[in-house]
């Protein structure tokens, strides 16, 4: 009897010892969580500073609407993509169905009514979304390839659709969105902005908005407790299709033409958004207000580098440098 007494203290002894040490883990990698997202905000209080005192045009009325209507694109991608990565996925087809949206909803403006060729154009994004999504749940194939090669598949469909640019007919598919203003708001912004909360809402306060984020921390404990994992990692890819397909479409009608190369490396800004607004790659957090200052930040980098005449190359380097640093700060702990 005290033979067993000693090993069944042992053994609460080591259960103990283990959910203390899961608990200390927790804690500690949240503490460094809040650290992390306090260096964030730091960076971007700066970078204003830098902005208000290096450039006497920062802050003026026009070059804040610009602001706002250039992080457009880059803010609806994002929001898909923090769905996805949530998941523990992600989604590198995203600049095609930009691609896509944007020069079918310019294109069929010839042949068929405004909404209609609009909601064609969305129909063709959705439809990447559904392929992405059956082939990782269906199949658990992995999101990167998965998405690879839809991005090389759809990219060759843009171009089999239109080698040349198109350019709409309809004069109010750039009057109402691209270019139409509320006062000083752009129109195309207040969409944008419309659709964070609406994202924050899907995710924390609906029973499939909570299951996607619960896929990502443990998909085997959400399939254990009855729910569907296929239909809602199918559900976070059409959803960032949506999203880059609205996306497609206001940056056509923004720019007044529709380029089939647009979208190459939109892929980048979004996670480089989304990481740095919180998100975990691989799944296990993040959430739409973070990304929404992930890509205000961004979006303040470019503004700046664009004042100081500073080339896209040197852009696109400065930017893979902080997807590394915003990659390292948010790892998870093992």
């Known amino acids: 009897m005290q033979i067993s007494s000693s090993s ?7 259960v103990r010892a283990f959910w203390s040490a899961q608990v200390g883990r927790l804690f500690g990698e949240r503490s460094r969580r809040h650290w992390v997202d306090y260096g964030f905000m730091a960076a971007f209080v700066v970078l204003l500073l830098i902005a208000a005192s290096a450039s006497d045009v920062f802050f003026t009325q026009r070059n804040v609407s610009n602001l706002f209507r250039q992080i457009v694109t880059n803010g609806l991608i994002s929001l898909g993509m923090l769905v996805v990565i949530l998941t523990g996925g992600i989604d590198l087809s995203v600049g095609p169905v930009v691609a896509l949206t944007g020069i079918m909803a310019s ?8 909404p209609l060729a609009i909601l ?4 063709a994004g959705l439809l990447v979304g559904v392929v992405n999504g059956f082939l990782v749940a269906r199949f658990k194939l992995q999101p990167f390839i998965v998405t690879l090669a839809t991005l090389s598949a759809v990219r060759g469909v843009v171009y089999v659709y239109s ?16 270019g139409g203003f509320v006062g000083p708001v752009p129109v195309a912004a207040i969409i944008m902005l419309a659709c964070f909360p609406l994202v924050w809402i899907f995710l924390n306060r609906t029973t499939s908005g909570r299951a996607i984020v619960a896929i990502g921390g443990n998909e085997e404990a959400v399939r254990l407790a009855g729910i569907n994992v296929g239909t809602h990692i199918l559900l976070a890819y059409v959803i960032s299709a949506l999203f880059s397909g609205i996306a497609g479409v206001l940056l056509a009608s923004r720019l007044g033409i529709a380029q089939p190369s647009v979208g190459a490396g939109y892929e980048l800004d979004a996670i480089a958004a989304c990481v740095i607004g919180g998100a975990i790659l691989g799944g296990g957090g993040g ?5 929404f200052g992930g890509v205000l930040t961004l979006g ?4 700046l580098l664009n004042l100081f005449n500073v080339q896209s190359y040197y852009q696109q380097i400065f930017k893979g440098f902080i997807i590394l640093v915003a990659v390292l700060a948010r790892r998870k702990e093992r």
Do not use: K, M, Y
Not at 8 to 14: A, H, I, M, T, Y
Not at 120 to 123: K, N, Q, V
Not at 163 to 178: C, D, K, M, W, Y
């Open 163 to 178: 080698e040349t640019p198109q350019t709409p007919s309809n004069p109010a598919f750039r009057a109402l969105l691209g």
């Open 120 to 123: 064609i154009a969305l129909a």
């Open 107 to 114: 294109g069929l403006q010839n042949h068929v009514p405004l």
């Open 8 to 14: 069944s203290n042992g053994q609460g002894g080591r």
């Open 287 to 291: 959430g739409a207000a973070g990304v």
């Open 300 to 303: 303040l980098i470019d503004n």
